[in-house]
């Protein structure tokens, strides 16, 4: 996949414009995880204070709390409501927290999709937000074709569809990509980029 918005330089505001400069189309459909269960079905299991870790050879890389979760083995599937994710970097420090009103994890691919107010923060001041999101925990990446915003130090840069990883270190967005950049003079300069 091509990034029509691609944060990898020093400067949010300098990559904003580059976004901007560069229309390419989006790929494939978001990932799909097992559909919630039927109001009828009941859980295996209910807990308050759910806690899961995801490790690599001994490295954390990122930790799940939920506020109560219900395990569907049938299904393999655990629905957490009051969601956090602490994501970790490779020196095992926490780089980012995602935080939504509910998710739902594939407890064997440890796939999530969060839903409602999804928030991801990073320790260095990035903010995130959109209503749904997954997050492929093999490819450690965060996809979603809703629309996002993306705040940083008073830079803004909104758009549909968006793919990151969990840090929002080199993130792109497919459509309708629109940002709002501070200069340092004080002003504001305002892009657009459209579809293809």
């Known amino acids: 996949m091509h990034p029509l918005a691609t944060h990898r330089l020093p400067s949010?505001?300098?990559?904003?414009?580059?976004?901007?400069l560069i229309g390419i189309p989006g790929c494939g459909g978001s990932p799909r995880m097992s559909s919630v269960p039927d109001a009828g079905e009941l859980?295996?299991?209910?807990?308050?204070?759910?806690e899961a870790t995801e490790t690599?050879?001994?490295?954390?890389?990122?930790?799940?709390?939920?506020?109560?979760?219900?395990?569907?083995r049938a299904r393999n599937t655990v629905l957490a409501r009051g969601l956090r994710i602490d994501f970790f970097d490779e020196?095992?420090?926490?780089?980012?927290?995602?935080?939504?009103r509910e998710g739902e994890m594939n407890d064997l691919s440890r796939d999530m999709t969060a839903r409602g107010a999804v928030v991801i923060q990073t320790t260095e001041g990035t903010r995130m937000t959109t209503d749904q999101l997954q997050f492929r925990n093999k490819q450690q990446r965060i996809q979603t074709e809703s629309f996002v915003r993306v705040d940083r130090r008073g830079d803004v840069l909104t758009?549909?569809?968006?793919?990151?990883?969990?840090?929002?270190?080199?993130?792109?967005?497919?459509?309708?990509?629109?940002?709002?950049?501070?200069?340092r003079s004080g002003g504001t300069v305002e892009q657009r980029g459209g579809t293809r």
């Open 56 to 72: 690599d050879l001994g490295a954390v890389q990122w930790k799940m709390y939920a506020r109560s979760a219900s395990t569907y």
């Open 91 to 100: 020196k095992g420090e926490r780089a980012s927290t995602l935080t939504s």
């Open 159 to 183: 758009g549909w569809g968006f793919e990151s990883d969990p840090q929002l270190k080199d993130f792109q967005f497919k459509r309708e990509v629109k940002a709002t950049v501070h200069t």
């Open 12 to 20: 949010f505001a300098v990559a904003l414009a580059w976004a901007l």
């Open 43 to 50: 859980p295996d299991q209910e807990v308050s204070d759910f």
